[in-house]
């Protein structure tokens, strides 16, 4: 009995502490950050420049996925919804505190939505750049800039990933106006020098049951302009 204890005990000790490791190793320093690698790197393979990373852009990028108010299902299929453009000036540049007058072109948009957390580097190949579209948006001569952001609803499933590129000059184009970026949780954006950990400040709620609950129904779409 005191044996069959024991046993359940040490059990779950390591079911713990595995589960912890597997945590600690998921906490990055920034995921969107870790995304815009990513992407740079594949488009300088691929001979194109090396996109700025542009907080101001970036924090736009989570504004933009905010608009889809966690609804997976609006990301794409039959009710695909986009922002309205004027959304830009009247919504995410004031709540993001960019002065609007900064505001420069978008020349290309990428967003994905699925159920499960995955590392930035799968989401960009198996979200992002899942059809021949993405890579379309992507190797674009036009960009010059790029800003990304990954956010979970209410700190938990579904994860929207968006990348928003433009054509803007990288010093004078979605400018803060009081020239520092506005960090707004829950979410991650790049560009600004901000920790932000994929497991406190997105998923750590809905981790245990995402594990448990294994394959799970992805939703997924990609368009540009
Ligand atoms: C978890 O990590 C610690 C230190 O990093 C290590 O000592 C321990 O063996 C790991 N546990 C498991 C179950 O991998
Ligand atoms: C760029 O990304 C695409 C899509 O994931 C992939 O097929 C391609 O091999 C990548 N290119 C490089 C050079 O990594
Ligand atoms: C780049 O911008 C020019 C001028 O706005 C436009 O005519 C052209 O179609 C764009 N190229 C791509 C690949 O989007
Ligand atoms: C912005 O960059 C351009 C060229 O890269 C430079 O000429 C200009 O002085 C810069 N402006 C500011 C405000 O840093
Ligand atoms: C990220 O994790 C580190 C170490 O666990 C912690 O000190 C830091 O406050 C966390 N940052 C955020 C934004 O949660």
């Known amino acids: 009995m005191a044996t069959g204890f024991s046993l359940l005990v040490i ?23 870790e995304l815009v690698e ?20 970036a924090c736009l990028s989570l504004q933009y996925i905010k608009a889809y108010q966690g609804d997976c299902g609006a990301v794409g299929g039959a009710n695909a919804k986009k922002p309205a453009d004027s959304e ?14 900064t505001l420069a ?3 290309g948009r990428l967003l994905g939505c699925e159920t499960k957390y995955v590392k930035p580097a799968e989401a960009f190949s198996s979200i992002l750049m899942k059809n021949e579209k993405g890579l379309d948006i992507l190797y674009n ?31 004078s184009s ?20 901000d920790e932000c950990n994929s497991s406190t400040s997105l ?13 799970l129904m992805a939703v997924i779409y990609i368009f540009g302009l």
């Open 141 to 171: 001569k036009n960009h010059t800039e790029v800003g990304a952001a990954v956010t979970g609803t209410d700190g938990g499933a579904p994860y929207f990933w968006c990348v928003l590129f433009s054509n803007g000059k990288s010093n």
């Open 203 to 215: 998923s750590l709620k809905s981790r245990w049951y995402l594990y448990l609950a294994g394959a």
């Open 11 to 33: 059990a779950l000790l390591l079911f713990s502490s595995s589960a912890e490791n597997h945590t600690k190793s998921e906490v990055t320093a920034n995921p969107a950050d």
């Open 174 to 193: 979605f400018v803060f106006s009081d020239g520092v970026a506005k960090i707004s949780r829950p979410g991650c954006f790049s560009g600004a020098n």
């Open 88 to 101: 830009f000036t009247e919504t995410f540049a004031p709540n993001c505190g960019i002065e609007v007058s």
């Open 105 to 107: 072109q978008i020349t």
């Open 38 to 57: 990513v992407l740079n790197k594949n488009r300088t393979a691929n001979k194109n420049s090396a996109l700025y990373d542009n907080p101001g852009l």
